[in-house]
């Protein structure tokens, strides 16, 4: 039985009603919430009961935004330096 969540393969299917959709974005919705309940059990783990959470946050985001910018920033200079070299 196929499962309504789930897009088929059949080009000539009609697409899914306002319902459907609206289940499908219901769904997505919680799973981020479930993702970002674990990732904060995660930071409370590290720090202890007494620990402060939101500076802890604070912390881990500033250091996924430093790791992403400095990854960014080798890229751009990797791709430059291969423009210099030829395109290659």
Known sequence: MADPMVPTENPDARPPDARMMGC????WFE???FGEWF???GIRRRIGPQGDLRAAVREKLE?????????LR??????????KAGGH
């Open 31 to 33: 799973l981020c919430e």
């Open 24 to 27: 499908r974005v219901a769904a």
């Open 74 to 83: 080798h890229l751009l200079m990797e791709l430059g330096r291969r423009e």
């Open 39 to 41: 990732w904060l059990a």
């Open 63 to 71: 250091a996924e935004m430093k790791d992403r910018d400095e990854r």
